[in-house]
T-cell receptor
């Protein structure tokens, strides 16, 4: 049981480039979400999904897209990277909206945009 | 979500109990108290949660006051690996957006 797996662990992008951060979970969790964490700050929600085919915006969605074609995968796409998107990105999953209060987090992707 | 207040930092001697306080004076009746921790550069880790009764699991104990306006996370025998930032979060279940709002947390330093 791998839990929540994020790839890559580290990434450097040039301004304007696009890329996809991958997130996969093998726990059959319905609820998945993406957070970013900036130095000295807590987590801020980017996007979330309550099930396959359903996504919604969090606090800071601008510049990011998501899709949820399967229960297992929830990729985060940066459309045109900007230095302000330099951050550590965490993917999290939970059993469902109504069950399992605890969230399981991936180990993070450290992104630097130059 | 109810706002929480935690001390920014605490020290604890290895092998001793670490007691981490959290104030949540505006907590609503249906809101739970959750604790997570984040060890440097790693993803947050769930520790424990509770509504009004005290809770214990293999990692920690959670003591919630009778008026539910504050709580204490207890690590009974702290080890060096418990050095981390500990976050207290208060929220209702079955909430879709903004699942977890982590504030500043308490930076616990366990010393030999």
């Amino acid at each position: 049981n791998a839990g929540v797996t994020q790839t890559p662990k580290f990434q450097v992008l040039k301004t304007g480039q696009s890329m996809t951060l991958q997130c996969a979970q093998d726990m059959n969790h319905e609820y998945m979400s993406w957070y970013r964490q900036d130095p000295g700050m807590g987590l801020r929600l980017i996007h979330y999904s309550v099930g396959a085919g359903i996504t919604d915006q969090g606090e800071v969605p601008n510049g990011y897209n998501v899709s949820r074609s399967t229960t297992e995968d929830f990729p985060l796409r940066l459309l045109s990277a900007a230095p302000s998107q330099t951050s550590v990105y965490f993917c999290a999953s939970r059993l469902s909206l109504g069950g399992g209060p605890e969230a399981f987090f991936g180990q993070g992707t450290r992104l630097t945009v130059v | 979500d109810a706002k929480t207040t935690q001390p920014p930092s605490m020290d604890c001697a290895e092998g001793r109990a670490a007691n981490l306080p959290c104030n949540h004076s505006t907590i609503s009746g249906n809101e739970y108290v959750y604790w997570y921790r984040q060890i440097h550069s790693q993803g947050p880790q769930y520790i424990i949660h509770g509504l009004k009764n005290n809770e214990t699991n293999e990692m920690a104990s959670l003591i919630i006051t009778e008026d539910r306006k504050s709580s204490t996370l207890i690590l009974p025998h702290a080890t060096l690996r418990d050095t981390a930032v500990y976050y207290c979060i208060v929220r209702a279940p079955r909430t879709a957006g903004n699942m977890l709002t982590f504030g500043g947390g308490t930076r616990l330093m366990v010393k030999p």
